[in-house]
């Protein structure tokens, strides 16, 4: 399943229904697809992508604040352009969110709850890891955060760079400890 990502300040404003709306700078999702919902760290519940449409800053008005869960359009102008700069390609998606009753622990969810980074020390001791793949590693070690490695690596898009190199990283050692 797809997964989309809010900062943790974020989760509260999704569970009650007061963040139905998403603008990003590049989209993998589709609508009717069903994607689970991460923030803070947890995986807080799932969505169905409702719609999918290319905006521009200057399509933003109060009722997509809103929807975004802002107060305002110039809030959620500032915080745009914090994240993304002065794109003007930007994509709204719009959801329906279920929550979980409980949330889900991503790294229980696909890494049998070991410590992530326990499995990045345990990796750099094995030969099978090019030196791009080391020193991502290495970088998640330092971080200690998928979202912060990939931005210090040139952006959100190489989250899945890290991911995969993780996924890999932890196949590798479960694949040495067996």
């Known amino acids: 399943m797809k997964h989309i990502e809010f900062k943790g300040k974020y989760a509260e404003k999704i569970l009650k229904g ?3 709306a998403t603008i990003r700078k590049r989209v993998y999702v589709k609508p009717n697809d069903v994607v689970f919902v991460h923030s803070g760290g947890k995986i807080i519940g799932k969505a169905r992508i409702k719609e999918v ?3 521009n800053i200057q399509d933003l008005d109060h009722e997509l604040a809103k929807k975004e869960g802002f107060d305002n359009t110039e809030e959620l102008i ?3 352009r914090e994240y993304y700069g002065e794109g003007k390609d930007l994509y709204l998606i719009e959801f329906d969110f279920e ?4 949330p889900l622990d991503p790294e229980k969810m696909y890494y049998d709850g070991s410590s992530l980074s326990e499995i990045a020390r345990k990796a750099l001791k094995l030969d099978s890891f090019s030196e791009d793949e080391k020193r991502i590693l ?3 070690l330092k971080t200690g955060s998928i979202r912060k490695t990939a931005f210090r690596l040139g952006g959100l898009s190489k989250r899945g760079i890290v991911r995969k190199t993780i996924r890999k990283a932890f196949k590798a050692v479960r694949e040495k400890e067996s």
Request: aromatic residues 12%; without cysteine; negative net charge.
């Open 78 to 80: 500032d915080e745009l």
């Open 18 to 20: 007061e963040k139905t």
């Open 53 to 55: 449409r290319q905006i």
């Open 99 to 102: 929550p979980f009753d409980e």
């Open 138 to 140: 290495e970088l998640f």
